[in-house]
DNA sequence: CGCGAACTTGAGGCGTGTCAACCCCTGTGG
DNA sequence: CCACAGGGGTTGACACGCCTCAAGTTCGCG
């Protein structure tokens, strides 16, 4: 668990100290089941160590916004440091299983493993210039452009675990998708469709193989 | 310059501490000049003393996303912590001052001082929070929603700091709430003076001011 | 195995974008 | 001190992309 399950990065002899002191249990999620809830108590922050999640704010009228689709490695609940109370809920896609890393334990020993503070930062730093890049998806972009960021994006990071970066099975559904686009349901299946119509996917409900990566980059980089 | 440069609500004796270890430098930054660019390597992070600041995402093709409006208290830069690049630019909207905070002394220093890295922590978190709730409004709200959210947002941040919340001087182009709303300038306008017809707002070019704020919040509450 | 949820596809409407003309304000130079 | 230039803002007409609503299909889960 140590090597990937906490910040990596670390030497031997950090890693054991981590090991001994911060106390990370593993919690499991069932599928459809919520890790935490939006004004629920923040204590612990959250690593995903197996399966995937979504994180939705909800607006006091009950609108929703997916704001990010977590796996393996990402980190959750951060959100809850500022006010002490989680501001959106996070729900498995799947079954999965989560680090629970006390954050007060996180704080104390990051003071005494600077490595471990500075992993910490970084990676509170790379959620807000996701989010940034997120915004900048719905702030000036197209459909098409937004759905093959989101196929890029999730083959990247797939990728980078270790899995196919052609051939997936999608966590999400297509409302879900939507939400996290900005977009309707039925404008990203529309789109799916298209973009299988043009040679750059195979899909069939949550079964999507790319076959043109470099097709799909072009749309992003507006080689028509 | 203690009290409010550096996060507040620490002990007279941590001041002190901060005060003598913390140099922070107070850097000028006249209207429409770059704080710090894409790319441009990061070493420390900012503090808004005086003025307005946007910050802003640009794509290989030019297309440009406003991420946010920095005013007094709130910090830049942070963005810069993962690569070591920034990953936007940041650019005064008038003259303006910051206070420059060396990175690695600010985590030295929260080492040493558990309160002012908990302040950090919350300020990130912050940060995080608020760009969950921008892309609620991106990816779900209609023009009007979306400059009501705005406006509503602004004159908060401006009472907090102690200004009025019903008369202000805009310090952005209409072009410039567009972007970061997602909208064209040309609706932005439209939504002013559709606002200003339905007796919500006056606004004159860059002088806004609102008049019934609780229909604004209606406008968000779905209370049409 | 069967039901319900998720997905696909079509037709039509609406909100926002696009393009264009005009106005207002600021600031600059004669 | 005034005239003019130019950027920012406003407003209108029209186009188009996405949403809405609806019907039909497929698939997954109990």
Redesign the interface.
Known sequence: MRESCLPVGLTEVELEQIDSRLVTVLRKVARGETLFRVGSRFDAIFQVWTGVFK?V?T???G???V?GFQMGGDLMG??????GRH??DAIALEDAQVCVIPYGTL?RL???I?PL??QF?????????N??????H????CAEERVAAFLLNLTDRLRSRGFSASSMVLRMSRDEIG????LKLETVSRTFSKFQANGLLFVRQRQIQITDPIGLQHLL??FV
Chains 1, 2 share one sequence.
């Open positions: 994180t704010m607006t006091s009228q609108r929703e916004q704001t951060v959100d809850g440091i500022d006010t501001s959106v704080e990051g003071r005494e600077p503070q500075q930062h970084r990676m509170m730093s790379r959620e807000i210039v989010d940034h890049s997120v915004m900048l719905l702030g000036s972009m939400s996290y686009l900005g980089d507006g």
